[in-house]
Nanobody, 111 residues
Framework: QVHLVESGGGLVQAGGSLRLSCAAS????????MGWFRQAPGKERAFVGY???????SYAESVKGRFTISRDDAKNTVYLQMTNLKPEDTAVYYC?????WGKGTLVTVSS
């Protein structure tokens, strides 16, 4: 059974940084494309970025240049490094592996 657990969320001031982690189990992690998504209050869940099994990445335009996704296949963990955070980045952040989802971690950016 695939299990994804996000951590690292919290309250940060605008301009600050946070690093989220997503620990995965129950899958051949190194073979999976891992995704980060977010859902702001009152909005639909939105794509943030992917990291492929090759470690190449793709990002939503809204986070490009500020967010970086990386992976450690030895630890079955994917990371989302967020810098220059803005109030509009406030959301619950989820990681995904194919059609599996974690429960999310809340990021709140104060102005």
């Amino acid at each position: 059974q695939v299990h994804l657990v996000e951590s690292g969320g919290g309250l940060v001031q605008a301009g600050g940084s946070l690093r989220l982690s997503c620990a995965a189990s129950g899958l051949t992690f190194s073979a999976y494309t891992m995704g980060w998504f977010r859902q702001a209050p009152g909005k639909e869940r939105a794509f943030v970025g992917y990291i492929y099994s090759t470690s190449s990445t793709s990002y939503a335009e809204s986070v490009k240049g500020r967010f970086t996704i990386s992976r450690d296949d030895a630890k079955n963990t994917v990371y989302l490094q967020m810098t220059n955070l803005k109030p509009e980045d406030t959301a619950v952040y989820y990681c995904s592996a194919k059609n599996h989802w974690g429960k999310g971690t809340l990021v709140t950016v104060s102005s």
